[in-house]
């Protein structure tokens, strides 16, 4: 069985693995929970979700991706906020590479990175219905709070945010 690798995403190839990986997750939150779907349509439109994906790598410090073998099986960035912190956007496993620790080691690479920066703090956000995503972060640290943004409501009460302090 071949090892997970992480590599930065930074060629043109790459970059289209990430796409794919971030289409992916959408129809994931979207299918997720019917409650959801509206929640993901608003909050990723489909034609800003797809601006912001072209965009890549934009203003991310890092665009990662995971791989087994020679299948791209996760995604994940971060990109810095105005206070000088960092927040991690669009974590994604794809379902058949879920439970090979790609999740976990996009995460604590990115956390990584961060406190190579000197950034004091890493803040993320999921779903409250994705309690696999929720179990990781608190495994590897995170710690939940309210919202570090201004949200409306029902972007809000669907969410659950977390930081991570650094050393």
Known sequence: MPDLVLRDATTAADLAQVRALCWAYRDHLIDHAPAT??????????????ATLEALPGDHDAVLLAWHGDRAVGCAMSHPLE?????????????????????RALVSELVARAEARGQARVLLDTLKTLESA???????????????AP??????????????VLT
């Open 83 to 103: 206070d000088g912190n960092c927040e991690i956007k669009r974590v994604y496993v794809a379902p058949a590479a879920r439970g090979l620790g790609a999740g």
């Open 134 to 148: 929720r179990a990781l972060y608190h495994a590897l640290g995170f710690r939940e709070r309210g919202p570090y």
């Open 37 to 50: 779907r509206a929640l993901v349509e608003h909050f990723y439109p489909e034609d800003g979700y797809r």
């Open 151 to 164: 949200l409306p409501p029902l972007e809000a009460d669907a969410l659950c945010f977390y930081e991570k």
